[in-house]
């Protein structure tokens, strides 16, 4: 059974930088999945943050690209998330997920329970 | 555009149809897949590609598309079915994802 497990401080600074990590258990990281980050601030919806392969490749939501920045750590079976200044705005329960590409059906069949990062000084 | 557009929300009698759609120009090129998120909870993938369910998934849920538009269907709505529904597909470049807006289902 696969399973995702997000970890990180729960409490960031304004301009200051989050910092969250996905432990991967019951796959490798390094099969033929993408892993994302999707966040969703209270009481909003779902934002996808960006994606990554094991082979280091990434897309990054263009809304968040230039200040975001996602790592695998294949050794550790994980991967990461860095967010760059974070405002008020970025408060949001954050989720890592397990995507896979099949032609044009694309989906995301596994996630973590979801962390919780409020930034605030 | 890489929006994509739900009603935010709608309900439904108890054991009866609803149907919750899922608007957008990536539609016409890319699957929508769709997921059900209770309170506190992460979502959960219910349906994706054509009409795919993953296991453990009951069959009264059911997927269906149609040039820019993407539709879940409940059939024999039932009380645990209550919950927000979030539509998802690759934009029009492919490189990125996008959510739609959610649709807060109730069973009555």
């Known amino acids: 059974q696969v399973q995702l497990q997000e970890s990180g401080p729960g409490l960031v600074k304004p301009s200051g930088t989050l910092s969250l990590t996905c432990a991967v258990s019951?796959?490798?990281?390094?099969?033929?999945?993408?892993w994302s980050w999707v966040r969703q601030p209270p009481g909003k919806g779902l934002e996808w943050i960006g994606e990554?392969?094991?082979?280091?490749?990434?897309n990054y939501n263009p809304s968040l690209k230039s200040r975001v920045t996602i790592s695998v750590d294949k050794s550790k079976n994980q991967f990461s998330l860095k967010l760059y200044s974070v405002t008020a705005a970025d408060t949001a329960v954050y989720y890592c997920?397990?995507?896979?590409?099949?032609?044009?059906?694309?989906?995301?069949?596994?996630w973590g329970q979801g962390t919780m990062v409020t930034v605030s000084s | 555009s890489s929006e994509l557009t739900q009603d935010p929300a709608v309900s439904v009698a108890l054991g009866q149809t609803v149907r919750i759609t899922c608007q957008g120009d990536?539609?016409?090129?890319?699957?929508a897949s769709w997921y059900q998120q209770k309170p506190g909870q992460a979502p959960v993938l219910v349906i994706y590609?054509?009409?795919n369910r993953p296991s453990g998934i009951p069959d009264r849920l059911s997927g269906s598309s149609s040039g820019n538009t993407a539709s879940l269907t409940i059939t024999g709505a039932q009380a645990e079915d209550e919950a927000d529904y979030y539509c998802?597909?690759?934009?029009?470049?492919?490189?990125?994802?996008?959510f739609g807006t959610g649709t807060k289902v109730t069973v009555l």
């Open positions: 998802n597909s690759r934009d029009s470049s492919g490189n990125h994802y996008v």
């Open positions: 590609g054509k009409n």
């Open positions: 019951g796959d490798s990281i390094s099969s033929s999945y993408w």
């Open positions: 990536s539609l016409r090129g890319y699957y």
């Open positions: 990554i392969y094991h082979s280091g490749s990434t």
């Open positions: 997920g397990r995507g896979f590409s099949s032609g044009f059906n694309d989906a995301f069949d596994v």
